[in-house]
């Protein structure tokens, strides 16, 4: 009874902080330095546009086996996934959406010409940052 008791008492304890907790779901919150300059940009975009505007936020997060996962092999890897990643799309209501329909990249005047779309759409691709943008290989995205 008494180490029941005892059990049950440091479990409500350990519990009371949990009525506190706040879940950080905003991407750059988490994965932005505090301060930086990124930091710095974005609360201006929120205190100038208001909260929620500044575009959507995507991002692939690569785990490994092992720590190194900075080696060229880790890499050229991650230079496949995010290829994968760019190129998937998804049919909804009769309508195919790929990332390009959905990411943040400079905005052109709209044309009703289909052809200039498309190669507008080319030469201004998604803004995509990753590791890769120390190499050639970055530019292959």
Known sequence: GKVLFTGLLLLASLTIGLKS???????????????GRLDRELAYVEETLGKGSGGINQMVIQTGEDAALLTPDSLLHHLDVLKSATRVTVEMDDVTWKLSDLCYKTSMPETEIQFVETILDR?????????LDCFWEGSKI
């Open 21 to 35: 907790v706040v879940i950080e779901d905003r991407i750059e919150k988490l994965w932005v330095e505090e301060g």
């Open 123 to 131: 030469l201004f691709p998604c803004a995509i940052i990753t590791p």
